[in-house]
């Protein structure tokens, strides 16, 4: 078992809205899992809550990952410990360049599992073999993180990085928004060139659509801060068809 | 883009002079005067202790010079401290001189229960004292108290005792003595806890006799939870000489209240050379004493030769905000020196300062504000945007931002920009049929929308219409 | 009165000053004295200096070095290197003029027309070359410090570089304070360049430690007609040191400088830069990185003049400040009524990253001319959370992150230096300086 949640709750700090009341979902080491559900629904919560982001609080449940309480360790560690989140808005870091960005990172995701840096000529051939993964133009590696980047190539560089790191897990936010139908075949194709046994994925989404190009395993449903319904990938195409008021009627609302 | 001076200037058109008998006092300032201001007004000894002790410091002091305004000596023995239309002795105020109806009606203010605007309340100041304070029995119904200041010094004395010079302490600047010592007239406004004032209150203030001076007082004080929105206009005659005006305006909001102070400033700005005009040297304070306070000044200043105005928030409760939007005109010789301070003193305080100048002619335009960051204002907050907007070469732009920050939780921003108006756009104006005159008014109102918007729409419109009448004939 | 003791030094020694210096930096000494004793030092409660008190700083009682001694260095020469770059390097020790340019190197620029060395040596073989230039930028009459240094100023750098020669390498010039006893130094630099000419300075500020030190430098710069002038100057200073002075500007047309100041290690220091760009098409670039913490107190007063028509300027500066250290900075834009087509640009941000650390800003536009593009920003807060979240989400420690981003706030501002080599010297040190790494220059002795 790679990643247990059991009755996860969380509120925003700065206005104590609780937002996840009672999340509860396990993702074994070679799985897809789909995360759906209308806007507002507590998608994005929920992949930030798992990364740690300061603005939400958790107010009850446990999450277990790789064996360890990862509601213990702080942002940094659960990178290290494997887990990774693409943004769904990457943010912009004027003056930090990609490269310096992305050594300061792998560097401290080695020395965390006791490796020695990389030299600066093994990590650039790491960058450059990476990139090929999301046909990043080698140029970006020179620009400051994410700034001045269009829409998509914020999107493939999130992938990229993912490349770079190697999860175990990766929680893909939205990564489909505001991707055109190129972008997000190579969006896709990296995240599926990156998969296998060992690792794992969960696709946050709104559209059925990347799930045709990432085909999960399971399908759930979030809803009001809690998972209403998990079935296979039909349920994604279930509920392309019908829509989230089905849901909703199903929920007798 | 040529500068052709083809516009025949708009005169000022509040210029004209009332013609009615002016009760004056001996021009000068001495202890007698402040006396006789006090006795005229019936006043209570703790009031004329207040003025005396007031009058005692500021012949201490020297008029300030930091401003970048070029002030000529101005004679304080030379000025009417106290002029008052003679009919004001008249006890009944339905029964106001219909001379005085006939000078606030040419101003856009009627003031008879005919013609009254609905849904606002004005208090007309002529000189150094209040003619005519309309609605005030609507008003009263809720609690609300809208009077003369005057008035409320006889009626209301323990309300004005506790809180007149709290914000803007007589010793806080030289006009602030001055003024404390012969203040005449001005508005007291207050309400009352829980009570939303239902429309407008609004004072109008007029310079008419010639050689006085106006020094009027405005205090107004917001209990918890209620709010009011408060407007304020001027003007005055056209003459060759300067006059002064040297206000102070106090606002106190408490817990959970919220003020809304507008002004249109519009005293005469003197003649094309430069003669004449209004020296308007202006303290207004807010106060956010409660916590979640706020407090919102908005001004349009277009008229006066010389502006030294820096209407500013002290954020003393947590929460509280501060917010100051300015648009400031300044044509022909005008010179101003105006802005806000933000004090942060409370936690989670916040403010924000938009300021937009407009110079034209041979004016001088200068924005001066302070950001204050006190060692235990955590997570204060404020954003300032200064930009100034040249009409001419001959005119002058200045920004004097300053930024003290003591609490290392704050996040305290600045912008300012200065550019002359864009040649690109008046050209696209003109080829789409539009005249050079006419493009420079929708830019301009552009450039001043965000502050022109925070006004009352009655005070809007006459808003834009002083914007573009100040600025004709500046740019040919 | 702290100004009473500098008023007897000078009228005491009066004689042997004269005696010890060149007639043309006599010619205004007495003119600068009396300013000074008119004006004395700047007090708190004039505008711009709220946040320095200067007579506080001449308090302890240094006396001046009216002999114009040299306090002997033992040991190895000083170095102060930057890696990758050859320099013709000079010293002002305390306020004596030193060289340290080999004959070879000498001659060549000889040849070329270059004078160069000592202020009072070229003042006495050069003294119309001099007259002409010297005390008529910086403005004694009306600033009491400067008239204090053109009081008692007796040496410095000089640099003359003729019409159309340029200088290949940097110069470097090496301020060193160096005594066994508490010591006010007060020198005079003078820096030329006639139509044309090209010329790279690098100048270093160092101190020891041990003794209390006071400097006032004034450095005086003339920058001709098409001429390109490079300024670099890095402080890294003893906490008990006490900087001030300034450097006075002034450009011909068509003439571009690019003046850079990098506080690493500051003390106290009160730094003031005046530009005029006194003919059309002048440009100039004025940068600053400061990094303050303990009790460093960092106060940069600024003023960029545009005296003429289509010039441009674009001023950056920042500070970091931790602990109790206090950051001020005043930033003057002034264009004049005539200076059409004017481009100024003026930003200042700051990050204060603990509960005493104070900032003051104060940048200012006035402007008389219309035809302008002017702006300027300053802002004072803390490192972004968001971009700090993002890193830590990348498995980068918190204390990384902080630093990461810290370089990162600082790096536009040291991207200007127009050398290479000394801008990646630069990088090197500040992040030396924000890990609190050994951060001095490297060899050099003074800092060990």
Request: net charge negative; with cysteine; charged share 25%.
């Amino acid at each position: 078992m790679l990643l247990e949640i059991k009755d996860l709750h969380a509120i925003i700090k700065s206005n104590g809205k609780e937002i996840l009341k009672g999340i509860n979902l396990t993702v074994n080491s070679g799985e897809v899992h789909a995360i759906m559900g209308p806007n507002g629904s507590g998608k994005s919560t929920l992949s930030s809550v798992l990364a740690g982001h300061p603005a939400y609080e958790v107010t009850g449940g446990e999450v277990i990952f790789n064996g360890k309480n990862l509601l213990e360790l702080s942002p940094e560690d659960r990178s290290h410990e494997g887990l990774f989140l693409s943004f769904q808005y990457p943010v912009e870091i004027p003056g930090v360049s990609m490269t310096n960005f992305m050594r300061a990172a792998v560097n401290e995701h080695r020395a965390y599992k006791g490796e020695e840096a990389l030299s600066a000529s093994e990590f650039l051939k790491l960058m450059k073999s990476r990139s090929e993964y999301v046909e990043l133009d080698s140029k970006l590696a020179g620009r400051a993180v994410n700034e001045g980047f269009s829409g998509g190539e914020k999107k493939r560089n999130e992938i990229f990085q993912m490349a770079m790191l190697e999860p175990k897990l990766s929680i893909l936010d939205e990564t489909d928004s505001g991707l055109d139908i190129d972008a997000l075949r190579i969006v896709a194709g990296g995240v599926n060139k990156l998969k296998n046994a060992d690792n794992a994925s969960i696709v946050i989404t709104h559209y059925q659509r990347l799930l045709d190009y990432i085909v999960p395993d399971f399908v759930h449903i979030l809803y009001k801060g809690k998972i209403v319904k998990t079935a296979g990938k039909e349920l994604a195409l279930e509920l392309e068809e019908k829509g989230y008021d089905w849901i909703k009627k199903e929920l007798g609302e | 883009m040529d500068i052709v001076d083809k516009v025949t200037n708009e005169d000022y058109k509040y210029g004209f002079e009332t013609q009615i008998e002016t009760e004056l006092f001996p021009k000068g300032i001495s202890e007698d005067i402040v006396r006789m201001i006090s006795k005229k007004k019936n006043e209570p000894e703790w009031m004329l202790e207040f003025r005396l002790e007031a009058f005692r410091y500021w012949k201490t002091q020297e008029m300030p010079h930091w401003a970048h305004l070029s002030i000529p000596e101005i004679d304080y023995q030379d000025i009417y401290y106290y002029a008052a239309p003679k009919s004001e002795s008249s006890k009944n105020p339905d029964d106001v001189d219909p001379e005085l109806l006939k000078t606030f009606d040419k101003l856009g203010i009627p003031l008879s229960e005919q013609k009254m605007l609905s849904g606002m309340a004005v208090d007309a100041v002529m000189d150094s004292v209040s003619v005519k304070t309309t609605q005030q029995e609507a008003l009263a119904e809720l609690g609300i108290i809208f009077c003369s200041i005057g008035e409320a010094i006889k009626n209301y004395p323990e309300l004005v005792k506790k809180y007149l010079g709290t914000v803007v302490n007589y010793t806080d600047n030289f006009f602030a003595a001055l003024n404390s010592a012969v203040f005449s007239d001005g508005t007291f406004v207050y309400i009352p806890k829980g009570v939303r004032c239902p429309m407008e209150l609004s004072t109008y203030f007029r310079i008419n006799a010639k050689g006085s001076g106006q020094f009027e007082r405005t205090l107004i004080v917001v209990d918890d939870d209620s709010y009011v929105s408060y407007l304020e206009g001027c003007s005055a005659p056209m003459r060759d000489e300067n006059q002064l005006h040297a206000a102070i305006v106090e606002l106190v909001a408490l817990e959970n209240s919220e003020i809304k102070y507008s002004t249109v400033q519009n005293w005469y700005p003197g003649d094309k050379e430069g003669k004449g005009g209004i020296y308007n040297f202006v303290t207004k304070r807010a106060l956010c004493k409660g916590t979640n306070s706020k407090v919102s000044w908005t001004q349009v200043e277009t008229g006066s030769a010389i502006t030294w105005k820096y209407p500013s928030c002290v954020l003393m409760g947590d929460n509280s905000v501060g917010e100051f939007y300015s648009v400031a005109v300044t044509n022909n010789f005008q010179q101003a020196d105006t802005g806000t301070k933000m004090i942060h003193i409370g936690k989670n305080t916040r403010s924000r300062i938009v300021s937009k100048g407009i110079s034209a002619g041979q004016s001088q335009n200068s924005y001066r504000g302070l950001v204050k960051v006190t060692a235990n204002a955590e997570n204060a907050r404020n954003f300032s945007q200064c930009d100034s907007l040249l009409l001419g070469d001959r005119c002058g732009a200045h920004t004097f931002p300053y930024m003290e920050i003591n609490n290392e939780t704050a996040v305290v921003e600045h912008e300012a920009t200065t550019s002359k108006i864009s040649e690109d756009q008046v050209f696209y104006c003109n080829q789409r049929g539009i005249k050079t005159e006419d493009a420079i008014g929708l830019i301009v109102g552009g450039y001043a929308k965000e502050v022109i918007n925070k006004l009352p729409m009655e005070f809007a419109v006459e808003a834009k219409n002083l914007l573009s009448v100040s600025l004709e004939g500046s740019v040919g | 009165m702290v100004e009473q003791t500098y008023k007897d030094i000078y009228n005491k020694f009066h004689d042997e000053l004269l005696g010890n210096s060149p007639e043309v930096l006599n010619s205004v000494r007495e003119e600068a004295f009396e300013v000074f004793e008119r004006m004395g030092f700047p007090t708190m409660d004039q505008e711009r200096y709220r946040r320095s008190n200067i007579p506080s700083l001449f308090e302890p009682e240094y006396g001046v070095n009216i002999k114009h001694l040299m306090v002997p260095i033992n040991g190895q020469p000083f170095r102060c290197e930057v890696p990758g770059l050859h320099t013709y390097t000079f010293y002002v020790v305390n306020d004596v003029f030193a060289s340290d340019v080999n004959k070879e190197e000498y001659n060549a620029l000889k040849e070329k027309g270059v004078i160069f060395g000592s202020l009072k040596t070229i003042a006495e073989e050069h003294p119309e070359l001099v007259k002409k230039y010297y005390a008529k930028i910086a403005p004694h009459k009306s600033e009491a410090v400067i008239a204090f240094n053109t009081t008692f100023a007796q040496d410095g750098f000089f640099v003359y570089v003729p019409k159309n020669v340029t200088i290949e390498k940097p110069i470097q010039l090496i301020n060193v304070m160096h005594a066994d006893f508490d010591f006010l130094a007060n020198s005079r630099n003078l820096i030329i360049l006639d139509e044309g000419a090209e010329a790279k300075v690098i100048v270093c500020d160092h101190s020891e430690k041990d003794r209390k030190f006071l400097s006032n430098r004034v450095t005086e710069i003339y920058i001709g007609k098409n001429a390109r002038y490079s300024h670099h100057k890095m402080v890294d200073s003893a906490r008990a040191t006490t900087s001030i002075g300034g450097v006075y500007i002034k450009q011909m047309e068509g003439s571009t400088s690019n003046i850079s100041d990098i506080v690493l290690n500051a003390g106290f220091v009160r730094n003031d830069v005046h530009i005029d760009l006194a003919e059309k098409y002048a440009e100039t670039t004025l940068c600053g990185v400061c990094i303050g913490d303990e009790h460093d107190h960092i106060d940069n007063d600024t003023f960029i003049e545009h005296s003429a028509s289509n010039c441009k300027s674009t001023e950056l500066f920042k500070y970091i400040l931790d602990d109790c250290a206090v950051g001020s900075f005043a930033g003057r834009i002034l264009v004049d009524q005539d200076s059409q087509k004017t481009e100024a640009y003026q930003s200042n941000k700051n990050i204060c990253s603990s509960t005493h650390a104070k900032m003051y800003t104060k940048p200012q536009l006035v402007i008389y001319a219309d035809d302008v593009k002017c702006s300027h920003g300053a802002t004072v807060g803390q490192i972004d959370d968001g971009a700090l979240f993002y890193l830590r989400s990348r498995g980068i420690s918190e204390k990384e992150a902080k630093m990461l981003l810290k370089l990162a706030f600082t790096n536009d501002i040291i991207e200007k230096i127009d050398i290479e080599a000394l801008r990646n010297r630069i990088k090197v040190l500040v992040e030396k300086r924000f890990r609190g790494e050994q951060h001095r220059c490297t060899i050099c002795n003074s800092c060990k």
